[in-house]
Nanobody
Framework: QVQLVESGGGLVQAGGSLRLSCASSASISRFHVMCWYRQAPGTQRELVAV???????DYADSVRGRFTASRDNAKNTVYLQMNSLKPEDTAVYYC?????????WGQGTQVTVSS
């Protein structure tokens, strides 16, 4: 069973930065895509960023230009660098990994941006 563990969340002022990490217990090369989602209270889970096995990325319009996804295959870890944070970025952030027949989720990490 694959485990994904997110870390790096916390409380930051608007305009600040955080870097989230998602460490996998398995080689991330087995996943054709890894994603970052977020969910604020009372809202649906929202796709924030995607990074493919080849390193291609895509982002939600709300974060494009501020967030950057990256991966370190040697560490089996993906990252989400979040800059110019806004109060509306406050949410629990989840890492998701997609293999051919399975999808895995982390437990989430809280990001709170104060105004």
């Amino acid at each position: 069973q694959v485990q994904l563990v997110e870390s790096g969340g916390g409380l930051v002022q608007a305009g600040g930065s955080l870097r989230l990490s998602c460490a996998s217990s398995a080689s991330i090369s087995r996943f054709h895509v890894m994603c970052w989602y977020r969910q604020a209270p009372g809202t649906q889970r929202e796709l924030v960023a995607v990074i493919t096995r080849s390193g291609s990325t895509d982002y939600a319009d709300s974060v494009r230009g501020r967030f950057t996804a990256s991966r370190d295959n040697a560490k089996n870890t993906v990252y989400l660098q979040m800059n110019s944070l806004k109060p509306e970025d406050t949410a629990v952030y989840y890492c998701e990994a997609e293999a051919t027949w399975s999808t895995y989720w982390g437990q989430g990490t809280q990001v709170t941006v104060s105004s």
